[in-house]
């Protein structure tokens, strides 16, 4: 019985976050409530104060699970600036936007959250792309970089994918710019 009760709360679980990542996408921070994300969800309202806490705390897990900046960091090999001129390339050129894009695009404006969002970027990527710097500047490398990549994400938002573009072509101006910020 008590196998059964964690799987439910398991699936549970999962649904509401499945709900809460789909909305915060859609509609951004703001315009989502607890009570959208418990229908969605098909889940109790309370349910979700109870595994979560609050919208603020769902949204954090939400964009904490986001992302595969580490993937890209452990795939690097010893290219590092080819790796992120590949992860910028593909999400130039991809025909979606990522649930991830969609959700900070959409919540931005919105001061409950920025501090999440500042976090995120600052353990998803600036931190462990400066640990892997050498140099006294290394934060301010990792700076630029993190500019370029964010920057990308939103020049997508607005224009759309660079269909038209030649993947590795974009990868090699990438390659030589991601060198220049990080060497």
């Known amino acids: 019985m008590e ?26 921070y703001d315009q989502v409530t607890m009570r959208l994300i418990a229908a969605r969800a098909e ?6 104060n109870r595994y979560f806490g609050s919208k603020r705390d769902l949204f954090a897990e939400v964009i904490a699970e986001q992302g595969r900046f580490p993937g890209v960091f452990d795939e690097a090999g010893g290219d590092l600036p080819r790796a992120l001129a590949e992860y910028v390339a ?4 991809s025909p979606g936007d990522s649930v991830l894009v969609a959700t900070l695009a959409r919540s931005t404006p919105t001061s409950e959250i920025q501090e999440i969002i500042r976090e995120r970027i600052r353990t998803a990527i600036l931190e462990p792309l400066s640990e892997r710097l050498p140099g006294d500047d290394a934060e301010m490398r990792a700076s630029l970089a993190t500019a370029l990549i964010m920057g990308s994400a939103q020049l ?3 224009f759309g994918p660079a269909g038209e573009w030649r993947r590795e072509a974009v990868v090699d101006r990438l390659t030589r710019v991601f060198r220049a910020c990080l060497g």
Do not use: W
């Open 3 to 28: 196998e059964v009760r964690l799987r439910d709360r398991h699936a549970t679980r999962l649904r509401i976050m499945e709900a809460a990542r789909e909305l915060f996408a859609e509609h951004g």
């Open 90 to 93: 593909d999400r130039l050129t």
């Open 43 to 48: 889940a109790n309202l309370s349910l979700i």
């Open 156 to 158: 997508r938002r607005v």
